[in-house]
T-cell receptor, first 108, second 113 residues
Framework: QKEVEQDPGPLSVPEGAIVSLNCTYSNSAFQYFMWYRQYSRKGPELLMYTYSSGNKEDGRFTAQVDKSSKYISLFIRDSQPSDSATYLCAMRDDKIIFGKGTRLHILP | KAGVTQTPRYLIKTRGQQVTLSCSPISGHRSVSWYQQTPGQGLQFLFEYFSETQRNKGNFPGRFSGRQFSNSRSEMNVSTLELGDSALYLC????????????FGPGTRLTVT
């Protein structure tokens, strides 16, 4: 079993829809949970991070961590075409482990 | 503030050759991590350096090595290149070691023929 599992997509949704992106993990030692966004031909950029369990909101983005289920989510409200990118979940113990990323397409 | 810079951006090498990639972190950042990104395996951790010391290493063969200089700039070297080494190599910097907040460069696209 891989440490971090993420559905690669692609995921296509119409503009304005709510997007739900998810990852599962196996290592209970993870304490920091991050979401990165990567546009084509660019390096990943940190979107949000959460420490331990709980929710965190930043504008249209909400990150959730459920440590009991070893499950994390990123919700994007009012999705825009500019949100089209690959979204990578990431988690840290002594190093950062990334999911493979979900390709998201927002259709105008 | 200037971002993370990586040179070169693109590189084509032949099997058996060696290659050196360079990374300049954000000013003031002392930690540099290297990753390999491929379509099949995604983003995989290579190693992390802080204050010129390797703190952590991923599951890559010894052909992959790195170092960090006193000005925090880092280089990674791959010897005896194999076709499977073709990938995007990303460097990320952070202010401290063990940070969740890493800033990535644009990457070096290495093609091995």
């Amino acid at each position: 079993q891989k440490e971090v599992e993420q559905d690669p997509g692609p995921l296509s949704v119409p503009e304005g829809a709510i997007v739900s992106l998810n990852c599962t993990y196996s290592n209970s030692a993870f304490q920091y949970f991050m979401w990165y966004r990567q546009y084509s031909r660019k390096g990943p950029e940190l979107l949000m991070y959460t420490y331990s369990s709980g929710n965190k909101e930043d504008g249209r983005f909400t990150a959730q961590v459920d440590k009991s289920s070893k499950y994390i989510s990123l919700f994007i409200r009012d999705s825009q075409p500019s949100d089209s990118a690959t979204y990578l979940c990431a988690m840290r113990d002594d190093k950062i482990i990334f999911g493979k990323g979900t390709r998201l397409h927002i259709l105008p | 503030k200037a971002g993370v810079t990586q040179t070169p951006r693109y590189l084509i090498k032949t099997r058996g050759q060696q290659v050196t990639l360079s990374c300049s972190p954000i000013s003031g950042h002392r930690s540099v991590s290297w990753y390999q990104q491929t379509p099949g395996q995604g983003l995989q951790f290579l190693f992390e350096y802080f204050s010129e010391t390797q703190r952590n290493k991923g599951n890559f063969p010894g052909r992959f090595s790195g170092r960090q200089f006193s000005n925090s700039r880092s280089e990674m070297n791959v010897s005896t290149l194999e076709l499977g080494d073709s990938a995007l190599y990303l460097c990320a910097s952070s202010f401290t070691a063990d940070s969740y907040e890493q800033y990535f460069g644009p990457g070096t696209r290495l093609t091995v023929t």
